[in-house]
């Protein structure tokens, strides 16, 4: 019985794609903002036009993103694909810098598995942002790195000058 629900729901998935009314998928979970005491953390699926209108987002970080970050990189871009492609020495990199960002990426790696399988899981981890702009973009495709949240220092935040 499962698998005719499984059958069912892809039939109607393919149908949407030939009749052209397939919506956009949206991925929410990489779409929050927290904080603690110390750091504010940030879903890498936001936009910079989503940031600026979020009232929870921190005034001073908004105007980082308005004063310097949206001054070569267009409102619509998401933080993980401005991170992604960003290069050493760009404008953006060098503010990131000074805010002392890191990063959490997921990244795709071999591991063993149960009955001696090899299978494919994503290991989390958190790295700078000098240690992520190192990464090759060929090997950043090659490795199915996933830039999933942006950790900000409210110290650094604090002590920015705009």
Same mark, same amino acid.
């Given at each position: !019985?499962?698998?005719?629900?499984? +059958?069912?729901?892809?039939? *109607?998935?393919?149908?949407? +794609?030939? @009749?052209?009314? *397939?919506? =956009?998928?949206?991925?929410?979970? $990489?779409?929050? !903002?927290?904080?603690?005491?110390?750091?504010?953390?940030?879903? =890498?699926?936001?936009?910079?036009?989503?940031? !600026?209108?979020?009232?929870? !987002?921190? &005034?001073?970080?908004?105007?980082?993103?308005?004063?310097?970050?949206?001054?070569?990189?267009?409102?619509?871009? @998401?933080?993980?694909?401005? $991170?992604?492609?960003?290069?050493?020495?760009? &404008?953006?990199?060098? %503010?990131?810098?000074?805010? +002392?960002? +890191?990063?959490?990426? *997921?990244?795709?790696?071999?591991?063993?598995?149960?009955?001696?399988?090899?299978?494919?899981?994503?290991?989390?981890?958190?790295? %700078?942002?000098?240690?992520? =702009? =190192?990464?090759?973009?060929?090997?950043?495709?090659?490795?199915?790195?996933?830039?999933?949240?942006?950790?900000?220092?409210?110290?650094?935040?604090?002590? $920015?000058?705009?």
């Amino acid at each position: !019985m499962p698998f005719q629900l499984l +059958k069912d729901t892809w039939k *109607s998935v393919r149908e949407k +794609k030939k @009749s052209g009314k *397939s919506s =956009a998928v949206v991925y929410e979970d $990489f779409k929050y !903002m927290l904080q603690d005491v110390s750091r504010i953390y940030i879903g =890498a699926k936001y936009t910079y036009r989503e940031l !600026m209108h979020n009232p929870e !987002m921190a &005034f001073k970080f908004k105007s980082v993103i308005e004063h310097y970050l949206l001054k070569e990189t267009d409102p619509d871009t @998401s933080l993980e694909s401005d $991170f992604y492609y960003m290069e050493p020495g760009s &404008f953006s990199y060098r %503010t990131y810098e000074q805010l +002392k960002i +890191k990063l959490k990426i *997921s990244v795709l790696v071999e591991r063993l598995g149960r009955q001696g399988k090899s299978e494919r899981v994503y290991w989390e981890k958190t790295v %700078t942002l000098e240690e992520f =702009a =190192a990464i090759p973009l060929p090997r950043k495709k090659r490795d199915g790195i996933v830039v999933q949240e942006l950790i900000l220092s409210k110290l650094a935040l604090v002590s $920015f000058v705009i």
